[in-house]
C-alpha cells in the first residue's frame, strides 16, 4: 500500500492550492478516503473524508466552505482542493485510507500559507 502527495507549496493568505494523491496496493474504489494534516508542534488531525461508493464527504468545522474533496477511481487519486487559505492552514498534509490496517503514511506535501 503506496500514498503519494503532491501539489503543495508556497502561497499568500487568501489563496488557492489543489493536492493530489496518487494511492497503489489496493482496490481504491471500495475504501473511504481522507485527508489529514500536521502542523509543527501540533498532533495530524483529520481534515476531510470521502466515501467510497457515492463519493459523500466531510469536513473539520476549521475548511467547512473553504476545502473540497473529490476522488477519480478510474485514477486511483484523491483531491484536497483549498480556497481562501489561511495562515493556520499551514501543515504538511496527508491522504489515507479509511481501514483499520495500520497502513504506512506517505511522505505528504507541504502546505505553507504566508505573505
Known amino acids: 500500500v503506496q500514498f503519494v502527495e503532491s501539489g503543495g507549496g508556497l502561497v499568500q493568505p487568501g489563496g488557492s492550492l489543489r493536492l493530489s494523491c496518487a494511492a497503489s496496493?489496493?482496490?481504491?474504489?471500495?475504501?473511504?478516503m481522507t485527508w489529514h494534516r500536521q502542523a509543527p508542534g501540533k498532533e495530524r488531525e483529520l481534515v476531510a473524508t470521502?466515501?467510497?461508493?457515492?463519493?459523500?464527504?466531510n469536513y473539520a468545522d476549521s475548511v467547512k466552505g473553504r476545502f473540497t474533496i473529490s476522488r477519480d477511481n478510474a485514477k486511483n487519486t484523491v483531491y484536497l482542493g483549498m480556497i481562501s487559505l489561511k495562515p493556520e492552514d499551514t501543515a504538511v498534509y496527508y491522504c489515507?485510507?479509511?481501514?483499520?490496517?495500520?497502513?504506512?503514511w506517505g511522505q505528504g506535501t507541504q502546505v505553507t500559507v504566508s505573505s
Open positions: 496496493g489496493f482496490s481504491f474504489s471500495n475504501y473511504a
Open positions: 470521502i466515501g467510497s461508493r457515492f463519493g459523500v464527504a
Open positions: 489515507h485510507r479509511v481501514t483499520s490496517l495500520k497502513d504506512a
